[in-house]
């Protein structure tokens, strides 16, 4: 379709756009506020919430502004190959969907937080423990989240790195993060979770119109044959962006990095705490189990549109037809970075010398469409801004933190700069806008009141000798998510990254990785003790945080000592004949720059030590076993029907309806078809044939069977544009009506439930004897009448 450039910025029509919705959003909050009665209702919204509300708002929540940014760069450096065995996950992630597995019983828990249930499961003294090592890890993690998005919006906006107030320069960084943390503040402060999750609701609704009309006009603008496949496919060998037996020589985000999210699915269910405010606000378990059930078709458009989007700018970047265009936004982008990570008056003769290098590099004129090697294809794909950079800020002091700063960021930034340009004004681009701003507010107050009511309820709550009354808990409760969103805001102004977004995930959430086999152990496995818990926390902790000095401080201060020392040599020969037995998924590569172990490694490596030492400490001091029944409200201290099921004949299609599909007596006609059509969506589609018949298909056509041929490069493309495209497009235009109906109508029936709601003074997260307190007098009843009866 040829070269078109946008006219840059936003002009009036696509203002409208970002503001309409955003005041219906700040409306939202406003009227919600009132339905806040007690600590219950800020922690959890009341525990009242239907099941389209909690999968729309928490769908929101889940993915952020910095998400969509860590996505888009994931898939511009390793593209869509190795998603093809993420397809391994489609029947675990179905089955653990299903049977509701950790969700459902923690709802039966009713813990507010992962804290409250620590100490219910196992002590106060690991609740105090876990949540200062959860919350120095979900801070951690989530105090860069304010940094990108502003940066976002700083580059898809073509705004200033910094405004003057006479002679004064003002960070427009930090303006940007003032003004939408402390929106996000206001959301959060104003009714906690209510408040929230109404406005992730509202966002989550006005947002599935708006991915059709991204999605429509990014299938106008480009051609998938013409211009989009061609890109795709013009990889170095083992580099392809399309065929998942042709990736083996991606690192960072490859096959290894896939097996570890499917791990991860066991280690880590529901460990993350940054959405820990959706974890108890379902009415009750079945209600949060079938709002995870409508996660699997809520994604729709919503996740497809960054698959496209990512194409769009590799294509936008990559193809002969947009070079002149491409070469223009490198090299805005490179002055923009440059002025960004290098405004210190030592690098002004640098920037000078560079800008003036910049200029002179020419619009790329060869566009091949095989190579013989990875260096062939780095010679003629290499980032000539990025080379350039390099070359001389390496040679100034302090220099070699800011040139990895400038890479990270220029890497970040690419694809935002990009889609500026593609996209056109009067009303698109506006609507993109106000798409990325939802983005930005739901995920901050979501993580602000996570992180800031984790610190109340597991640290000061325990140890606090005298109860708050509601009013106070509740005033610390904001304090404390104001403190939070202070730190992310000088965090996000100080901190340097040097890393990918995923990579910096993975090793601060390393942190607190060693908490998934606890949470999990402790829900299934009467014998999991609190010192095994405490060696599992403890070890992955340690672990992550030395992980994360030494990547800090690798290239300035490590390696310039491994140098003077000698000690290279030996230390990179030992850290590749370390990895020599997963080559070539690991190899640890040393370089001056960056560390060999990366980021996810270090994570999985901390899981797996988490694992051995909860299981062995805990066998080794267990003397009694735990009572499952009273921490899950079941059987004699079930608040329904305690009555015991008869046991019945063994039949086949009972077993596979309850433990498969998960199936219970809780379920009507409308639930039963919802969990059959995920069941055949997610195993007999996505998993058998879209994956293993595919492997079939392929190895048949290796060995010359059937008379069938080993699929080709263009074969794995019209794959992928069927099922990451075509299919997921005509799903998502239905599941857009679906869940707009759905989640409307769920959201007013919230209002009404949380107007009847009254409220518990007693329901604060407040633990004794191992038993919520506003559960401790009627459990304490059920037992003395089970001992009269003895």
């Known amino acids: 379709m040829g070269s078109m450039m946008s006219d840059h910025g936003m002009n009036w029509v696509d203002w409208i756009f970002v503001g309409i919705p955003i005041l219906l959003v700040v409306l939202g909050a406003m009227k919600s506020q009132k339905y806040v009665k007690g600590v219950a209702d800020f922690l959890s919204a009341g525990r009242v919430a239907g099941r389209y509300v909690v999968s729309v708002a928490s769908g929101e929540a889940g993915l952020g502004l910095i998400s969509v940014v860590a996505i888009l760069e994931m898939y511009y450096k390793s593209g869509f190959a190795i998603s093809f065995w993420s397809s391994l996950t489609a029947p675990v992630g179905l089955v653990l969907g299903l049977v509701g597995f950790c969700t459902y019983r923690f709802r039966e828990t009713k813990a507010m937080t992962m804290g409250q249930y620590f100490e219910i499961r196992y002590s106060k003294a690991l609740r105090v423990v876990a949540g200062v090592i959860q919350s120095i890890s979900g801070i951690v993690n989530y105090a860069i989240f304010p940094a990108v998005g502003a940066r976002f919006l700083i580059y898809f906006l073509d705004l200033p790195a910094y405004l003057y107030i006479g002679k004064l320069p003002i960070s427009m960084m930090a303006v940007c993060m003032f003004c939408f943390l402390g929106l996000a503040l206001f959301i959060a402060c104003m009714g906690g979770q209510v408040t929230i999750m109404v406005t992730d609701c509202v966002q989550g609704l006005l947002s599935y119109p708006m991915y059709v009309v991204i999605v429509g006009y990014i299938f106008y603008r480009f051609s998938w044959n013409d211009e989009m496949l061609p890109a795709l496919l013009a990889r170095a060998p083992g580099e392809s ?71 769009a700018v590799f294509t936008f970047l990559n193809h002969k037809d947009f070079a002149k265009e491409a070469q223009s936004i490198r090299r805005q982008l490179a002055y923009k970075t440059l002025d960004d990570v290098a405004h210190e008056k030592q690098f002004d003769a640098a920037k000078k010398q560079l800008k003036q290098r910049y200029d002179a590099i020419p619009v790329r004129t060869q566009f091949s469409t095989t190579y013989a090697d990875h260096k062939a294809w780095e010679t003629e794909n290499a980032d000539p801004y990025k080379i350039e950079t390099r070359k001389v800020l390496e040679n100034i002091d302090g220099g070699k933190k800011v040139a990895q700063t400038f890479d990270t960021i220029y890497g970040q930034m690419l694809a935002p700069l990009t889609i500026r340009e593609m996209l056109p004004p009067y009303g698109i681009t506006g609507i993109f806008c106000a798409l990325m701003i939802f983005l930005m507010i739901s995920t901050d107050t979501t993580y602000m009141h996570s992180w800031g009511t984790i610190l109340v309820q597991d640290f000061v709550v325990p140890l606090r000798k005298k109860a708050f009354t509601p009013k106070e808990q509740i005033n610390a409760l904001r304090w404390s998510i104001t403190g939070v969103c202070l730190f992310a805001f000088f965090f996000s102004l100080f901190f340097a990254q040097i890393d990918y977004i995923l990579m910096f995930f993975a090793i601060t959430g390393a942190i607190w990785s060693g908490a998934g086999i606890v949470i999990t152990g402790g829900l299934y496995w009467k014998k999991g ?22 990547q800090q401080t690798w290239a300035e201060h490590i390696y310039p000592w491994l140098e003077a020392t000698g000690r290279v040599e030996s230390w990179k020969a030992a850290f590749w004949n370390l990895s020599k037995p997963f080559h070539p998924w690991v190899q640890w590569e040393m370089t001056k720059e960056k560390f060999p172990i990366n980021s996810t490694e270090i994570g999985f490596i901390g899981q797996l030590l988490a694992m051995i030492l909860y299981v062995v400490v805990s066998l080794l001091t267990c003397k009694e076993d735990f009572n499952m029944d009273r921490m899950l409200h079941r059987g004699k201290y079930s608040e329904g029907n305690a009555a015991v099921e008869e046991k019945k004949p063994f039949v086949f299609k009972d077993f596979f309806n309850k433990n498969i599909l998960g199936i219970d007596s809780q379920y009507t006609k409308g639930d039963k078809v919802l969990a059959w059509s995920v069941f055949i969506y997610s195993f007999f589609y996505s998993f058998f044939l879209l994956f293993v018949a595919v492997l079939a298909w392929d190895w048949f056509g290796r060995n010359g ?18 099922k990451n495209l075509a299919v997921v497009g005509i799903i998502g235009i239905v599941t857009t009506v679906w869940f ?51």
């Open 740 to 790: 707009s109906i759905g989640g409307t109508r769920d959201l007013f029936r919230l209002f009404k439930d949380l107007e009847e709601k009254e409220a518990d003074e007693l329901d604060d997260g407040r633990v004794v004897g191992n038993m919520s307190v506003a559960d401790a007098a009627k459990m304490k009843e059920v037992e003395e009448q089970e001992a009269d009866k003895k």
């Open 529 to 550: 003790t609190t010192a095994g818990a405490f060696a599992a926390l403890l070890s992955a902790a340690i672990l992550a945080l030395v992980g994360i000095l030494v």
């Open 705 to 722: 069977w059937f008379g069938l041929s080993k699929w080709d490069k263009e074969m794995w493309g019209m794959y992928f544009f069927v």
């Open 241 to 311: 962006f399309l065929n998942p037996y042709d990736c083996q020589n991606l690192r960072d985000f490859n096959v290894f990095y896939t097996m570890c999210g499917i791990i991860g699915m066991f280690t880590n269910r529901m460990s993350w705490g940054g959405t820990s405010g959706y974890n108890g606000a379902a009415k009750s378990a079945h209600e949060a189990k079938m709002g995870g059930l409508l996660g699997t078709w809520r994604g729709g458009l919503g996740t497809m549109i960054w698959i496209l989007l990512a194409i």
